[in-house]
């Protein structure tokens, strides 16, 4: 595996939150820090579906990728915002189907750089690669996946959990469009996103308080449905289309949700 990083590693502040550590303490991970896990207890506290969302966000990301890998014939990834490593990665998940699936993770923690070293060990067969970078850097991003890329055939783009971190100020939509229009036809886009209009009093004060307690430029904003949805203009959406975490194509042994999760998630193809 290669790493890229610009300038060595940043140094690690902990005294403030950031979102790979406290969806690391919300998965119930030991890879935070007090500031990380008081910001996830208070939200968590503000909003009791967020721990039943974020772990059926993990999930969905698993049956996506198998969905691309073993239904559309994707074996490469884009995986931006991916966090630090938990069961299930993107290329474990796509290495099982195909052991020569190539995927490049991006996140802009040095924790998650520390982990990815030791942990995000790609097959023999395939490869995997870790870039150290923020999701707005997106010629960097492209530049560098197209080392272990060949961004002339379909990806798979996944942003998952991760445009709530992109202020409607720097454009997510512009982003967006711009990280699809540098990939083939056929490529999918794999997305979810805490909702706006589910639970809306709730989700407004976790990211209140979440937004309190988060490092410079790492607070969230939470949209409609139809403010996500517009994140795939352009793409094709598969069915059934964006709907809430446990709605899109579920295992026959998932058990159904208690109630409605504040996540919307969807995944579209480039024509």
């Known amino acids: 595996m290669n790493e890229h990083s610009a300038g060595g590693t940043a140094p690690i502040d902990s005294s403030v939150a950031h979102p790979a550590r406290v969806y690391n303490a919300w998965l119930g991970g030991k890879d935070n820090y007090p500031a990380d896990q008081e910001a996830a207890e208070l939200a968590a506290a503000a909003n009791p579906e967020i721990v039943p969302a974020v772990r059926a966000n993990r999930a969905f990301l698993g049956r996506a990728v198998r969905e691309l890998s073993g239904k559309a014939g994707i074996r490469q990834f884009l995986d931006i915002g991916t966090g630090i490593p938990a069961a299930d990665n993107t290329h474990e998940v796509a290495q099982r189907v195909d052991p020569e699936a190539r995927v490049v993770y991006v996140d802009n923690d040095p924790i998650v750089l520390a982990h990815a070293r030791a942990l995000l060990v790609s097959s023999e067969e395939g490869a995997t690669d870790y870039l150290e970078s923020d999701l707005r850097d997106v010629d960097r991003i492209l530049a560098a996946a197209a080392e272990t890329l060949d961004l002339s055939r379909p990806v798979g783009l ?85 709907v809430q975490l446990p709605v899109w194509r579920p295992d026959p042994e998932d058990t159904p949700a208690a109630g409605p999760l504040p996540m919307w998630c969807g995944v579209g193809v480039k024509p």
Not at 182 to 194: C, E, I, Q, T
Request: proline share 7%; aromatic share 6%; glycine share 6%.
């Open 158 to 242: 996944m942003l998952v959990a991760i445009l709530q971190y992109v202020p409607d100020r720097d454009d997510p939509y512009a982003i967006t469009r711009r990280l699809l229009d540098a990939l083939a036809p056929g490529s999918h886009l794999v997305l979810s996103h805490p909702a706006a209009d589910i639970g809306a009093e709730e989700v407004a004060e976790s990211m209140r308080v979440y937004n309190e307690r988060a490092a410079e430029h790492a607070g969230a904003t939470p949209r409609t449905h139809a403010d996500v949805t517009r994140f795939f203009d352009g793409t094709e959406i598969l069915d059934p289309g964006v």
